[in-house]
Structures are given as structure tokens and as C-alpha cells.
């Protein structure tokens, strides 16, 4: 969840860990700090609040400088946002500083250990414990990197912990347990990050970490050990998107950037899927062909705006390719005891591919005998190394913390594996498979035609800023949107919305309809599913005669919605399945939009982080 940076080299410590921190602030932004081992000793900074309130302490302060340095911005778990609890972690002699993403979870038991041995400790966090036995083996040790292997010995939990101490100037060690940390490489110098996104204007080259390993940085290379001291395997990869791609690019915000990323996200993830036959090729399913003949039952996991393209790809994978779908939230899934064999494939979806919900519903699955075949954006992330096989989105980096991009990237690529397993299970034959294929690729240019006519969108959007409830109805493929586009109103505008299936409106949820509440509708094609289209024009028939002000999203050339839609929104026509590529491009307008009319922050909205990496 946290954003963590580490560095050694040649340049200002400070300088390369702050713009890294700056690339780091969406993982969390309740507190942020930095410490570099300069002069014999340990300087150290730190503020509650965003970037900002660092940064302008540190021109009032300013700190030593040096070439090895530590940084951190924080999403709180254990202690408020406050400046005590704000990282680095210091021990009593300050000498060693730590940074932590994750949640120990006997830290108490450590804490209560550490007060008997006359310990001082002054904040309420997990985190702090780690900085006081560091200290303790370092005393014995004399090596940065083996104190680390001893103390990671005694946690549990998942974390990641990055570290520097006085009497090692000119080393950072790090070490992980089911949370991010990446390596990266350059010329006499070495990086560990969050996220690549902290290094990539220094390097493209990357070392994954593995689970229970620790690393450590020089400037003249890199270590990797386990935490019983045996060395590692290291796997380098290449980035393959560069600095550029990660900033606003003129946009005033990281959201609306990726917003209108989705067309060229939405090829690039189409991209080299199929051959010169016209059939898919999904070179990174690794799993046989025969293997998937086998299956007898498909159940995807993920969590928010992931589990709503989940949703959607139910609706795929048991259209075309004839087989069971199931899809639960990754942070329910290994408690209800599901059940799964040999013969269950387990689709994971996540954007970071670092979701510990989804990492440990994943985890649950292969103990149950069950492939895995995740769906991800990040290359080398613990998600897919963990998996059976990755179908890889290519989305480029999503640094708002409300998904859009990836939201459409994953509903591709839900569709290219529910293709996929139709085509080696032949439940289709393959002049359909390509209409299909056909149909997808003309996806990016209607994707591109809705954003060039959202200006009305936004206006809506401006003149419903003092609101204080929106709902949201849809059918079908339409109610995962509808799940959608209430998610972003309440990440963002921190306003009362709710999806529903619009077949259950008078079930309940039409009690809530009063005089010029706005309710947004997603309306199916009249093609293909003319049954869904007539039921949903008579929902809005419904809620308007009770006084609903109506926001209808509908395709081009569907008039029979015009007469009752206070606001009609259009877009492109498209396959019955195909839709949510379109219809959710304006609810995530909307969203921004309202959200910025209403003075919040669209990009870090309040108590959210982008990646959750704890349970």
C-alpha cells in the first residue's frame, strides 16, 4: 500500500528518493518522510500530511548530504497520520532507519519484548519494532544485511522492509514477505522501490524479488539472499514503458491522462493475440490445451473495480465458451471454503498484481489443486509468478487511485481468455471466433469517438455537484457497470451511490426513488437481447414516473429511450457483450468531473490507496 524508495550511488540521495517519493504518493499520502546516513551519523525527516508538507520542511530544515538514502510515503494501518507515526523509524541511538509497507502481525508480542529489554518506543506502529531489533543484531552482527535475515526470521505477516544504518554508509537493504519491492539497476548505482514507476527516469533495469528474500544494494551491485542466508536466483527483465508514460502529460490530472489512454491501452492489450490463421494465440497460457479441455468449472477473483470486470467476464465465459463461471470477491473467497478441484480454473484478476486479497485467494486455489491463470498489468509482480500462467494487460502505469484504464484493459482480456477457451474447448467455430476478434479490434476507435463527445457529460456532471445521492441501475452486462460507475462516484465525489440490477428495482430498491434524484441507466442494444432493452425501458418508465431525474446511457440510433431520459447519453452500437467498453467511458467522466466540481482530490481521494497490499 505504502510507497517506498530506496537508493545508492553518486547523486543526492535526497534528490532521487524525493522525485521517487513524488511517483510514489498515490500508493499513500497520509505521511511521508526520508532518512540518508551522512556525516557519521543518521539524518532523518518526517511530516503527517502529503509530499508537500516534507518538502517544505526540508527547505525549512534541510538535511545532510549524501549519496545513500531511504524514503517513505504512508497509508495508515496501525497509528494515525500523525508525525510520530510518520516512517522512517528510528531506534534509541538513531542509528539505523526503517521503512515499512505491510502489517506485522506480532508486533505486539515483539513491542511487549523490546519495552522488558528497556526499549523506548515512541509511536503506535508495527513499524518501529523492526527499527529496535535491527538495531539489536547489528550490534552483533556488524552487517546491515544479516541483522535483516535474523529479524525477518521473527515476523510474521506480509511485509516489506527497506533499511540503512550510520555505520554502513553506503548500503541499502531491503527484504519482502507478500508485498512489493522491485530492484532496479544502473551504472554504479541501485534503486528498490514500491513500484518501478520510483526509478524508471534512472533505469529500465529491473531485478523481481522473491518471496522471503532479502536484498542488498551497492553501488558496485546487488545482493539477494533468502532469510536463511542462501543466495538466490536473481531474474532481471527490461521496463518496457519509459518516464514519460507516468506523467499528466498536460492533463490536470493522473485520472483524466488515463481516461484518454483507454483507446491506445485497449489496442495495445489486442496486440499480437492472434495469428496469421485468424486464431488466438495467447503465448503467456502456459497451461496445455488439453488441460483446458478438462476444465469443468471457471471461478474468478479480484477485488473492486477488478471484480466488476469479473462480473463482466461470467457473462463471456459461459456465453461462449459453455462452461460454469463463478465470481467472488478475493477477500471472501478462502473463508467460505469454496470448492475446487483439479479440474477448476481460477482466473485472478488485478491490476498491481501485489493484491493480497487476490494474492491469497490465489494461494488458496493451487493448495486446492486448481490452476491459476492470472490477469495483470505489471510485469513481475507477485500475482503471476505465483500463477500457472498471465494473460499480461498492457495498459502502461495507472497512477490515479480510481482505475480506468485497467478496468478496460481487464474486461480485454477477459474476453480474449473466454475466446481463447472456447477455441481450444471448439465450443465455437473459428469463422466466429474471428467475428469476435473482429469486433474487439474495432474497439479502440469507438472508445475514441465517446471521449470526443463527452462535453455534455460534464456539464451534468458541474450541475449535479450538490447532490448527495446518485443510483445506478443496469441489466445484464450493464449491472457490473452500473456496480462500476457507482464505485467511482464514491471513491471519488465521497457521495451516496449504489448499483443495482435493474430486474430487482422493484424488489426494494425503488424506495428510494424521490422527486429529481438522478438515476443513471444503462441501456442494453435493442439487437441480439431485444427482451433486456424493452425491460429496462419500462425501469425507466418506473422511477420517472415517481420523479427520478433520468441519465440514459444508450447506443446511436435507439430512439425508443429518447421520450424518457432527462439526459441521453450516446455511444457507439456494439456486440451486446462488448458494450461496457463504452458505456462505462462517460460514468468515469462523470465521475472526475463531479468530483472536481466538488472541490475533492480526483487522483489521491481521501482514505484510499492505489495498491491494497495488505488484508
Known sequence: ????????????????????????????????????????????????????????????????????????????????????????????????????????????????????????????????????????????????????????????GAFT????????????????????????????EAFLASDVAAFIAHTRSAIELGQDQVVELRRDGVTVTGFDGSVADVRSYHVDWDAAAAEKGGHDYFMLKEIAEQPKAVADTLLGRVDASGALTLDEVRIPAAELREVDKVVIVACGTAFHAGLIAKYAVEHWARIPCEVEPASEFRYRDPILGSRSLVIAVSQSGETMDTLMALRHAREQGSKVLAICNTNGSTIPRESDAVLYTHAGPEVAVASTKAFLTQLVACYLVALYLAQVRGAKWADEIRAVVRDLARMPGEVERVLETMEPVRELARSLAGKDTVLFLGRHVGHPVALEGALKLKELAYMHAEGFAAGELKHGPIALVEEDLPVVVVVPSPRGRSVLHDKIVSNIQEIRARGARTIVIAEEGDETVAPYADHLVRVPVTPVLLQPLVATVPLQVFACELATARGNEVDQPRNLAKSVTVE
Open 1 to 156: 500500500m505504502c510507497g517506498i524508495v530506496g537508493y545508492v550511488g553518486s547523486r543526492s540521495a535526497l534528490d532521487v528518493v524525493m522525485a521517487g517519493l513524488k511517483r510514489l504518493e498515490y500508493r499513500g499520502y497520509d505521511s511521508a518522510g526520508v532518512a540518508v546516513p551522512a556525516d557519521g551519523g543518521l539524518a532523518a525527516a518526517k511530516k503527517a500530511g502529503k509530499l508537500l508538507n516534507l518538502e517544505k520542511e526540508l527547505t525549512e530544515r534541510p538535511l545532510p548530504a549524501g549519496t545513500t538514502g531511504i524514503g517513505h510515503t504512508r497509508w495508515a494501518t496501525h497509528g494515525a497520520p500523525t508525525d510520530d507515526n510518520a516512517h522512517p523509524h528510528l531506534d534509541n541511538a538513531g542509528r539505523v532507519a526503517v521503512v515499512h509497507n505491510g502489517i506485522i502481525e506480532n508486533f505486539a508480542v515483539l513491542r511487549a519484548e523490546l519495552a522488558e529489554r528497556g526499549h523506548e518506543l515512541l509511536s503506535e506502529t508495527d513499524t518501529e519494532v523492526v527499527a529496535h531489533l535491527l538495531a539489536e543484531e547489528f550490534s552483533v552482527t556488524a552487517d546491515l544485511a544479516e541483522a535483516m535475515r535474523l529479524v525477518c526470521r521473527r515476523l510474521e
Open 161 to 188: 522492509l527497506v533499511a540503512v544504518h550510520a555505520d554502513e554508509p553506503g548500503v541499502v537493504v531491503g527484504a519482502r514477505r507478500n508485498s512489493p519491492l522491485v530492484v532496479g539497476v544502473g551504472e554504479g
